[in-house]
């Protein structure tokens, strides 16, 4: 490992944390946060927060991350600021529009850059352009051009070293270019980008383009947007050795009522709190209402803790020490897989709903709170 690896102060997983638009986030037990070096914020969580607290802190002249200190946020901690531009795009195709609504949120870079400033964050991710897999040549060097201009722009406010810049890309000619690009910029810490529209695309094609990306980075940081699946968290991490993940999908699975035992998530009813004893499970009575947001807290904290674990213990161990059994499934897509699979009675988390549907974390929770008691049993979403 690097010198500039270990000088980062990231963790493997990197919760996103929706500060500015969920009070829970700013309250205890999850304003205290130490349960991973590092969490992501995003740009989007401040333009869409109607909250007083968001006024009153940038009102006062603080930093959003000042604000944060002042509640509990441990000072050391890492909040790295992300444009949130993939959420709303998720916004847009998911359940926004299966209602209807129109999401009219657009930011500019302009705008991006005012809210990375409010935010006092330690890192900042460059605004992306999402590289698909059927765009045409022509888009793509279109993309290519934004993605080095947005960079660009940020170097005007942030210095190289906070900065997280992404790479995009299918082919090793557009991936070296962007990579060869950050580097003439002094950039030392890179994000993939796109992982999840490709992750649906091929799993071959993710595969080769993440080892090559590894190997074109190694000895600088590597960081992938998105966990499409908890699974796969161990096949970042330890079969092509990422250094990090963002995720909203703990929220997700939390909100779904499922209990991460390993890198698969049970139905809450089915676990037994008292075997794990993590700060979450303490405070988790299986007797009480599975509804109110003190369970859903300590739910979270469990799956976070759980999820962190999962981590930490296969990111420790040598590449090939031990196989992945929940191997990215090659040449099938989740859906398919599931379906033929029957899953066992502690099924696997069907985080591929939310992917295909683009529903983010917030939605899912905002429906599954309003639905109250009408879970959908699992086996009924095959
Ligand atoms: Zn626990």
Redesign the pocket.
């Known amino acids: 490992m690097g010198s500039v690896r270990n000088k980062m102060k990231l963790s493997h997983l990197i919760p996103k944390n929706h500060f500015c638009s969920f009070l829970l986030f700013r309250q205890e037990p999850l304003i205290n946060w130490t349960y991973t070096k590092a969490v992501l914020f995003t740009a989007y969580d401040i333009y869409r927060s109607t909250d007083f607290w968001l006024d009153e802190t940038i009102n006062s002249g603080s930093t959003l991350k000042e604000g944060l200190v002042e509640l509990g946020f441990p000072r050391g901690n890492t909040l790295v600021a992300d444009t949130g531009v993939f959420e709303m795009e998720a916004k847009k195709a998911g359940i926004a529009r299966n209602l209807g609504i129109e999401v009219d949120i657009e930011l500019t870079n302009k705008q991006i850059f005012e809210a990375y400033e409010l935010s006092g964050a330690d890192y900042f991710v460059a605004p992306d352009e999402i590289i698909l897999p059927q765009d045409s040549q022509t888009e793509i060097i279109i993309k290519i051009g934004k993605i080095k201009d947005n960079l660009l722009e940020l170097l005007e406010v942030v210095p190289a070293s906070k900065v997280i810049a992404v790479i995009q890309g299918h082919s090793e000619e557009v991936i070296s270019d962007i990579y060869d690009f950050h580097r003439e910029q002094g950039i030392s810490c890179f994000a993939m980008g796109g992982v999840i529209p490709l992750y649906f695309h091929s799993k071959d094609l993710l595969d080769s383009v993440l080892k090559y990306v590894r190997d074109l980075t190694k000895k600088h940081w590597l960081h992938i947007f998105g966990l499409p699946r908890v699974s796969l968290l161990q096949y970042y991490l330890h079969d092509i050795g990422i250094d990090s993940v963002d995720t909203s999908s703990l929220l997700y699975i939390t909100a779904r009522r499922r ?1 991460l035992i390993g890198s698969k998530g049970v139905q809450v009813r089915e676990a037994v ?1 008292k075997d ?7 405070n ?1 009575d299986p007797k009480k209402s599975t509804r109110s947001s003190d369970f859903f807290v300590n739910l979270y ?2 799956n976070i ?2 999820a962190v674990k999962l981590g930490d213990n296969f990111a420790s161990h040598p590449p090939g020490q031990s196989r992945i059994d929940t191997k990215i499934e090659n040449s099938q897509d989740p859906e398919t897989a599931q379906q033929k699979q029957k899953p066992k009675s502690s099924d696997i988390v069907q985080t591929n709903n939310i992917s295909i549907k683009w529903m983010t974390a917030e939605e899912s929770l905002a429906i599954t709170m309003r639905d109250g008691e009408k879970e959908t049993p699992p086996d009924s979403q095959n």
């Open positions: 209990y709190f794990c004893g993590c700060e979450g499970c303490k988790l904290l469990h803790l759980a």
